[in-house]
């Protein structure tokens, strides 16, 4: 029998149930650690429905968004010198520095919009004469596939890795002290590494953690689970999307990030460096390593005056509260990437939470 995970009669038991478990508490604050899970919970209108003391925010969990300009402008540099660039449709308006990879495209850059690094791949067997450069931004969900590019790669094909594991920068958050005092974790990253990377920063930082599929109920069944553990003061790791997350995670996945990537500091929008949240090529396919085969150099970029997507990143304030969005910053201006990427914080929020979407 198929389970409805968007049964509205059974949506009403669990908003009672989280009524009940809120008498019991005063203020809390939760965070979604994934653009998707952002997405629907605004879609279904969740926060909506949460007692006044229950509060969501949304978390680092768009890829695009915490790419710092910094990596954004190689990737444009690159472009400029007559290199074909292929990323991601999502990264083609982000802002870097001063301009995007869009920019340069409208200027007659080879700047390429592919749906998986494999299509950059085929571009580079197809062009040998061409320089073709992958721009690979996401967590551990999309590692993998690039590290089995990487393996397979022709002479012509390099590799800019902005990809980050995703752990620690949720110790990044705590650290310090802060007053996130639940975590709905990412499920697709969660299906590669498994349970045991949460488990420890449940122990260390005593924070009940839930790994949350994507359909509403998903989500305020984690949200009824997170409330009773932080009711009894337990922080145990509970996987709810046990359907596709398994407590080892993918362990062939696993093994070729860690084959062909090495991990080291990672700089996070928002977040500032994070250590071992890097994924660098390893010296073994060096060759394949943009950094190495272009000498390239990252040089610091003041943050652009105004845009809060930073502040946005760690939950310190909502998209609603920066004074950029939905004034100068919209969907079709956008100042900041969590304007831009369909995982995107204030995207979301302009679509679905402005009074006038409402």
Not at 6 to 16: E, Q
Not at 74 to 93: K, S
Request: include cysteine; glycine fraction near 10%; charge should be neutral.
């Amino acid at each position: 029998m198929e389970f409805n995970f968007s049964d509205p009669t059974i949506a009403k038991g669990l908003v009672g149930r989280i009524e009940k478990l809120a008498k019991n508490i005063g203020n809390v604050k939760l965070m979604e650690l994934c653009g998707t899970h952002t997405y629907t919970i605004a879609r279904a209108g969740i926060k909506s429905l949460l007692p006044e003391n229950i509060t969501l925010i949304s978390g680092p969990g768009c890829p695009v968004c915490i790419t710092p300009d910094e990596e954004i402008d190689l990737a444009i540099r690159l472009a400029m010198e007559g290199i074909t660039v292929c990323t991601f449709g999502d990264m083609l308006r982000v802002p870097g520095g001063n301009r995007s990879l869009e920019d340069v495209k409208k200027e007659g850059g080879d700047v390429r919009v592919v749906y998986s690094v494999f299509d950059a791949l085929h571009i580079a067997k197809k062009n040998p004469e061409k320089e073709i450069m992958f721009f690979a931004v996401g967590f551990e969900t999309t590692a993998p596939a690039t590290a089995l590019a990487i393996k397979e790669a022709p002479p012509n094909f390099s590799v800019l890795s902005a990809h980050r594991r995703f752990p620690p920068a949720m110790e990044a958050l705590l650290k310090g002290g802060s007053e996130i005092e639940g975590f709905i974790n990412p499920g697709h990253v969660s299906s590669i590494v498994g349970i045991k990377p949460y488990q420890r920063i449940a122990e260390l930082y005593h924070i009940p953690q839930v790994i949350a599929g994507f359909e509403p109920l998903d989500v305020l069944v984690s949200i009824v689970i997170l409330l009773k553990m932080i009711i009894d003061g337990s922080y145990d790791v509970v996987n709810e999307y046990s359907r596709v997350v398994k407590e080892k995670g993918n362990i062939k996945a696993m093994g070729v990030i860690d084959e062909v990537f090495e991990t080291g500091e990672g700089v996070w929008r928002g977040l500032g460096i994070v250590p071992a949240s890097g994924l660098r090529i390893r010296e073994k396919w060096e060759e394949k390593d943009a950094h190495k085969k272009f000498g390239l150099k990252v040089r610091n970029i003041k943050s652009k005056k105004g845009c809060r997507c930073g502040d946005v990143l760690r939950g310190i304030i909502t998209p609603l509260q920066c004074p950029l969005f939905s004034s100068s910053c919209t969907p079709a201006t956008p100042l900041g990437p969590c304007m831009v990427s369909s995982e995107g914080a204030c995207g979301i929020a302009y679509q679905y939470e402005r009074e006038e979407n409402k």
